[in-house]
């Protein structure tokens, strides 16, 4: 497992790491116990998890997946050997609603503060690694959650910062005030990065290079989309977006984002490219995913243990130039399959 230096800071983790967001619904304790077991002897000691999750957020099982991801630790009694990010549930702009402190989950100091003790207390332990803002807020003045979060660094509670579902702007905004107020500053971010969503290499992927930040990439896989499960119209039972298009309109509007007809045109060709590889949809995938510069680590997930071995399988893999040039042409044939 080769690992990487996460933005500017001391910390240093495998390029392949454990998302949690399905513990705690799609998959159970005894489950999600098997798959941390089995990714941690595999050399992944980078794991994920959030105070929102498991997804989709329900009031009935909120904080679930952070409670299981303690216990793992503490029955395993591996948590110096476990680099833990979590995170804040910042507003969502309409693509979920937390359900959590009622809804009003904005990114001031009050509900930064509550939100870490609380994920302190779940996940049974007093630091976090890498403290994420999990949707930015921005309306609010970036200095006065970037003031909330350092004190939480320099209190000894986090260790390193990061934010998901950036924007290019919200980035340099919130790095510029961090350099300008002397304050901690982001050092990595957590966006949707995949095969069928290459949105992320149009300007934040130079911002990353230029301000040494760095990319964990979440859903290299699209959602489930570049395993293939949901080609030629198959609905699998339990399947996140099987569960999406009958749900309420937001989560169908989000399930028909990943699955629509470019997007499974798009990876029944990338496909084809794995068979000439010789490796499956999933390792190929993971490996593309892995294999840019400005990617510290890839952030993956599953449901059973067995899923896995192709994710794994990517470990050692370094795509061949005539590969990575068919990925750009079908990239070029089919441009943006989500939008």
Not at 29 to 48: K, L, P, V
Not at 110 to 122: F, G, M, N, P
Not at 134 to 145: A, G, I, N, R, S
Not at 253 to 278: C, D
Request: net charge negative; proline share 4%; with cysteine.
């Amino acid at each position: 497992m080769r690992r990487n230096r996460l933005g500017r800071s001391g910390i240093v983790v495998s390029d392949i790491c454990m998302g949690t967001m399905t513990f705690g619904s799609q998959a159970d304790e005894a489950q999600a116990f098997a798959i941390m077991d089995r990714a941690f002897e595999a050399g992944i000691d980078f794991f994920d998890t959030a105070e929102m999750y498991p997804v989709p957020p329900d009031a009935k099982w909120i904080g679930a997946t952070e409670e299981i991801v303690g216990r793992w630790m503490k029955a395993r009694g591996n948590r110096e050997g476990v680099i833990l990010a979590t995170k804040v549930a910042g507003p969502s702009h309409g693509w979920i609603s937390p359900p959590l402190r009622s809804g009003k989950t904005g990114l001031d100091r009050h509900q930064i503060t509550t939100a870490v003790e609380a994920s302190l207390k779940r996940l049974q332990t007093d630091y976090i690694d890498l403290y994420q803002t999990h949707w930015p807020d921005p309306d609010y003045p970036k200095e006065e959650t970037l003031r909330a979060l350092d004190d939480l660094v320099i209190a000894g509670k986090v260790r390193i910062l990061g934010c998901s579902n950036e924007t290019s702007w919200g980035l340099m905004k919130s790095l510029a005030a961090s350099e300008r107020e002397g304050l901690a500053r982001f050092d990595t971010i957590q966006n949707n990065h995949s095969l069928n969503n290459r949105r992320f290499e149009d300007d934040l992927a130079e911002v990353c290079r230029r301000e040494q930040v760095s990319s964990i990439p979440y859903s290299p896989l699209a959602g489930g989309v570049l395993s293939g499960k949901y080609q030629d119209g198959a609905r699998p039972e339990g399947a996140r977006f099987t569960n999406y298009l009958s749900a309420g309109k937001r989560q169908q509007v989000m399930a028909q984002r990943f699955v629509n007809a470019k997007s499974l045109a798009s990876t029944e060709r990338f496909a084809a490219i794995a068979a000439e590889a010789g490796m499956s949809l999933v390792t190929l995938a993971t490996a593309w995913s892995k294999q840019h510069d400005f990617v510290a680590s890839t952030i993956v997930g599953v449901t059973t243990v067995d899923q896995l071995d192709p994710i794994l399988a990517a470990a050692d893999v370094t795509l061949d130039g005539d590969t990575l040039a068919a990925i750009n042409a079908v990239s070029k044939d089919i441009m943006y399959p989500m939008g």
